[in-house]
């Protein structure tokens, strides 16, 4: 028997989609308005679920206050109004798309999650659009 417990987030923070390697033209074709040379922001929400068996002892499958400190150690101090582009180690030659920024989340909190859990993380760039990544 597994259960799934989750925890919902969020940040916000400025972006740009480019390629500094693409010419002026390139970029606006592929990346639009995401593109624009002075940045421009989203509210992020993320919901981050673990996966797996109850602890017989606790009946937990993972303390949630643990797993929301850890969120926002690795996520929203890190990433919290900042410039991913400038302010994020990890997108210096990354282009932070949604599901660039979905993979080092998922990367960042894996480290510090029981490997007998599984993880999935799934991020909305807007309330439209959505990305999710479980590892795979
Ligand atoms: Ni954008």
Redesign the pocket.
Known sequence: MKVTVSRRAHFNAA?R?YRPDWDDVKNNEVFGK?NNPNY?G?NYELIVSVKGPIDPETGYVMDVKILKDLIRSEVEDAFDHKNLNLDVPEFKNLNPTAENIVVVIWNKLRKHISTTLELEVVLY?TPRNFVKYTGE
């Open positions: 972006h989609l995401c421009h989203h760039e």
